[in-house]
């Protein structure tokens, strides 16, 4: 496997991260979802666009050793890295990707061209890894770093999309895909359901996903330490305590 020639690589954790990520986005691409999505039902082309943009990033990022990283951010491709993994560059070109592909005109035009098509999950599988950098790679000092509060307000900013394409789709009267409104009735769906049913997964897929990754960071501004010291008794003698010992 290509893993083994990375700088730093082993086997470990990390390693398995790596390929969880890696067939995350075969699944996406080249499985019976691929074929689902592309021919028949929106629900399909939503679950492809969810892995592909908020599951195998963040894996295919903690797969990266560290001296890999430490070769990303110092080689030939470091220059335009550190830009796009900035935050609220990440975080803006993340949103605006996500919501053009999901308008009735862009998405109906790259399911009817196949090189459109596949640089449409291309640029998902490439928003997804510039937003999920700040989340999952920490560096001392390094410009990119997040507060947990940081964090949490960040990965509230990647709800957005959810709420802004997931949840308009899962409550238009209408089916607004024209390219899958002759298709999905051959799967026993109507193109509204259909269309629901995709807004639906995108609207509780990311909430879930975004929220549970915040309440981590939200955890970590309560130090454990803090919370023992807080709960623990002091029962060692005091002064006090050994003088009426003693009498």
């Given at each position: 496997?290509?893993?083994?020639?990375?700088?730093?690589a082993?086997?470990?954790?990390?390693?398995?991260?790596?390929?969880?990520?890696?067939?995350?986005?075969?699944?996406a691409l080249?499985?019976?979802?691929?074929?689902?999505g592309?021919?028949?039902?929106?629900?399909?082309?939503m679950a492809?666009?969810?892995?592909?943009?908020?599951?195998?990033?963040p894996l295919l990022i903690?797969?990266?050793?560290?001296?890999?990283?430490?070769?990303?951010?110092?080689?030939?491709?470091a220059?335009?890295?550190?830009?796009?993994?900035?935050?609220?560059?990440a975080?803006s070109?993340?949103?605006?990707?996500?919501?053009?592909?999901?308008?009735?005109?862009?998405?109906?035009?790259?399911?009817r061209?196949?090189?459109l098509?596949?640089?449409?999950?291309?640029?998902?599988?490439?928003?997804?890894?510039?937003?999920w950098?700040?989340?999952?790679?920490?560096?001392l000092?390094?410009?990119w770093?997040l507060?947990?509060?940081g964090e949490?307000?960040?990965?509230?900013?990647g709800a957005?999309?959810?709420?802004?394409?997931?949840?308009?789709?899962?409550l238009?009267?209408?089916a607004?895909?024209?390219?899958?409104?002759?298709?999905s009735?051959?799967?026993?769906?109507?193109?509204v359901?259909?269309?629901?049913?995709?807004?639906?997964?995108?609207?509780?897929?990311?909430?879930?996903?975004?929220?549970?990754?915040?309440?981590?960071?939200?955890?970590?501004?309560?130090?454990?330490e803090?919370?023992?010291?807080?709960?623990r008794l002091?029962?060692?003698?005091?002064p006090?305590?050994?003088k009426?010992?003693r009498?």
């Open positions: 496997m290509a893993y083994r020639w990375f700088p730093g082993r086997r470990d954790l990390r390693a398995l991260a790596w390929e969880g990520g890696v067939a995350v986005t075969l699944v080249v499985s019976g979802l691929d074929v689902a592309a021919k028949f039902l929106f629900t399909a082309h492809q666009h969810l892995m592909l943009a908020m599951v195998a990033p903690r797969g990266l050793p560290d001296a890999t990283v430490d070769r990303l951010l110092n080689g030939p491709v220059g335009p890295l550190r830009v796009v993994i900035q935050p609220v560059l975080a070109i993340y949103f605006a990707v996500l919501v053009v592909w999901h308008l009735p005109g862009p998405l109906d035009l790259s399911l061209s196949a090189p098509y596949l640089f449409q999950h291309l640029t998902f599988l490439v928003v997804g890894l510039a937003f950098w700040a989340v999952v790679i920490h560096r000092g390094a410009s770093n507060s947990p509060l949490v307000a960040y990965l509230t900013c957005l999309p959810s709420v802004v394409v997931g949840l308009t789709l899962a238009l009267p209408r607004i895909y024209g390219y899958y409104v002759a298709r009735p051959a799967w026993g769906f109507s193109p359901a259909d269309q629901h049913i995709g807004g639906l997964l995108m609207f509780a897929f990311d909430n879930l996903l975004m929220v549970g990754v915040a309440a981590f960071y939200f955890w970590r501004l309560f130090p454990e803090a919370g023992q010291s807080d709960s002091d029962l060692s003698p005091t006090e305590t050994k009426e010992t009498r």
